[in-house]
């Protein structure tokens, strides 16, 4: 595969997934219903919501931004873990495909942006 190539899957992968991590973190922002409850069911207070979305906020910017991107994937495997754990601690282990998932798609945009 081309260096140009890789070049474009990665930014392809970092766009989805920068769009993953903006609606998530609106959808709490805003309060969205579902997210009302998904807090509800983890046990976390409603004002979680503002600094969980902003942060989401912050990874899906940090995705787009190559000087960041590194550094923002690395962020994302720490907020995938601590989601699968609040996932399971909830009892919700059908719920960490998602978490799972963001995490293959950072290792994959890591392992297409290194440098040989």
């Excluded at 890789?6 to 769009?19: N, R, V, Y």
């Excluded at 995938?80 to 290792?107: D, E, K, R, Y």
């Amino acid at each position: 595969m081309t260096s140009k190539t890789k070049k474009s899957i990665s930014w392809i992968l970092a766009g989805i997934l920068a769009l993953a991590f903006i609606g998530s973190g609106i959808t709490k922002l805003l309060g969205v219903e579902m997210q009302i409850k998904n807090l509800e069911s983890w046990g976390y207070p409603l004002w979680f919501r503002f600094p969980i979305g902003l942060i989401e906020i912050a990874l899906a910017i940090g995705l787009v931004i190559p000087g960041f991107r590194k550094i923002t994937i690395y962020g994302i495997f720490i907020w995938t873990i601590a989601a699968v754990i609040t996932h399971l601690q909830a009892g919700q282990a059908n719920m960490i495909a998602g978490p799972v998932f963001f995490s293959v798609f950072a290792t994959v945009i890591l392992f297409l942006s290194r440098e040989k």
